[in-house]
């Protein structure tokens, strides 16, 4: 078993910033990529980026370039979000993608205002 403890959203303006966090304990050592995914109002829950334990990253096109996705040693990743957009608003999950399953955090609401 794996838990996820996200924190980090809120109302922002857009061309803002906001930094998302996620925090693993449990089985960790199990974990092979963690990231977030985001579930925009009336859509479906789409990927945003995610890190393999190796370190290697990928990006959702929407979001390169803007948002930056990092990990310490401690089994916490940060999302790192620059020129927030009105169509950033979402609800953001933490995933983290095991052998046995995938967990998934509470979710933190992320509004981006016009």
């Known amino acids: 078993q794996v838990q996820l403890v996200e924190s980090g959203g809120g109302l922002v303006q857009a061309g803002g910033s906001l930094r998302l966090s996620c925090a693993a304990s449990?089985?960790?050592?199990?974990?092979?990529?963690m990231g977030w995914y985001r579930q925009p109002p009336g859509k479906q829950r789409q990927l945003v980026a995610g890190?393999?334990?190796?370190?290697?990253t990928n990006y959702a096109d929407s979001v390169k370039g803007r948002f930056a996705l990092s990990r310490d040693n401690a089994n916490t990743v940060y999302l790192q979000m620059n020129s927030l957009k009105p169509e950033d608003t979402a609800v953001y999950y933490c995933?983290?993608?095991?052998?046995?399953?995938?967990?998934w955090g509470q979710g933190t609401q992320v509004t981006v205002s016009s």
């Open positions: 890190i393999t334990s190796g370190g290697s």
């Open positions: 995933n983290a993608h095991t052998l046995t399953g995938n967990y």
């Open positions: 449990g089985s960790i050592s199990t974990i092979n990529v």
